[in-house]
């Protein structure tokens, strides 16, 4: 089988695609055939830690999906066995084809800035992130042992403190494919967590800070976000959550809210 990878470095006229072949072999995930490809061609960049998908540092798009490249499996994807349904945004349009049942596309991170193949710039989707504030605030003084939560709380609390900040909702997004300046899906997801957190101190107020068009009311709910987080996580849910509270509270901006 083939790997067909995205090539870009400062100084090149325009991106181009490099074919590998690599023998496939059981269990090979994409990120075990990237770095046979770096034996290639050790000028191949790409991100990698954990290699355990615990990380999120090797999100990046592959076969138009964004994934994490540890623990997404080739013959799976030669198979067909792993499609997910998209709803549209520009990444997705076939710029470059290639044979599913032969290839693997594997190309950057939509949405950011490609700093050398398939590394991102990541700064963007962080900076949203510090944005909202993800601190805890204790909302009364430190108990002599510990603060005591209900088995439903923490179940709760675990949809999305599950998050790994790959990215990969971010890069999934259609609203951030068109609107740069919308906080994205981690973040509002992770704003949320602090809200239903019963130790948290803030309150309601803490949906306040992503009170504008650019936060919670720039959600179409196109739930790609939830479809392609490979730890489960459902944005989706959280912002319908913060949009009813907050209309309910009677405290919304709504659309017609502050900018960042």
Known sequence: M???VFRFRPGMPAPRYDSFEIESVPGMTVLSALFRAQEKDDTLAFRYSCRGAVCGTCAMLINKVPRLACRTQIRA???GKDQVPLSPFPALDVTVHWDAAKEVLIEPLPHLPVIRDLIVDMSLFFEYYRFIDPVFSPGNPAPEKERVMSPSAVKELVTYTNCILC?????ACPVNARNPRYLGPAALAALYRFRIDPREGRGISR???ADMPDGWWGCEFHTNCRRVCPKGVPPNSAIGRARQELRAAGQSAGQGGEGR
């Open 167 to 171: 990215g990969a909702c971010f890069g």
């Open 207 to 209: 949906l306040h800070r």
């Open 2 to 4: 083939e790997l067909k």
């Open 77 to 79: 994807l030669l198979e």
